[in-house]
């Protein structure tokens, strides 16, 4: 999901809590923070020596072990946090983003957006951990030549 359709989608439920889980169910935990938004350029060469660049936003979430709270963050404070950042560094609205994480239930990754679903109580945004893959396979098997 691209950073714009994420914030996008916030913004229509501002006042309702923000709420991250993965496909199992598991929730990051209430009183999560917001710690650090990341405007990442990646430029990589694969196996098959073909170059590669793209943008991710990454935005960080940090649960303090002796603070926790029982409430949620809401989509609105969310998006102030957002909004006060974009004023400080460039943020490629159409990069991935991406959401850094880890506990109990969640490896330390940068998580995928799968879907945010939307209901009277809250925003729900579920996260899907990344996958490895080999673009030059990938390339072949769409039909590109591959030296790998």
């Known amino acids: 999901m691209t950073t714009k359709?994420?914030?996008?989608?916030?913004?229509?439920?501002?006042?309702?809590?923000?709420v991250f889980l993965n496909a199992e169910g598991d929730r990051i935990h209430p009183g999560y923070h917001l710690t650090e938004v990341k405007a990442a350029k990646f430029?990589?060469?694969?196996?098959g020596t073909q170059t590669n660049s793209w943008n991710e936003t990454i935005i960080q979430l940090w649960v303090p072990e002796n603070e926790r709270?029982?409430?949620?963050?809401?989509?609105?404070?969310?998006?102030?946090?957002?909004?006060?950042?974009?004023?400080?560094?460039?943020?490629?609205?159409?990069?991935e983003v991406r959401f850094e994480y880890g506990d109990e239930n969640f490896f330390p990754?940068?998580?995928?957006v799968e879907s945010i679903l939307e209901d009277r109580g809250n925003v729900r945004v579920?996260?899907?951990p990344p996958q490895t893959t080999c673009k030059a396979r990938d390339r072949r098997e769409a039909g590109a030549s591959c030296c790998c």
Do not use: Q, W
Not at 43 to 47: F, G, I, N, P, Q
């Open 69 to 95: 709270s029982e409430e949620f963050m809401s989509a609105g404070k969310f998006l102030s946090i957002y909004e006060k950042v974009t004023k400080m560094i460039d943020i490629d609205p159409t990069a």
């Open 126 to 128: 579920e996260l899907r």
């Open 5 to 18: 359709d994420f914030i996008t989608r916030l913004r229509h439920a501002a006042d309702k809590p923000l």
């Open 109 to 112: 990754s940068n998580y995928h």
């Open 43 to 47: 430029d990589t060469v694969d196996c």
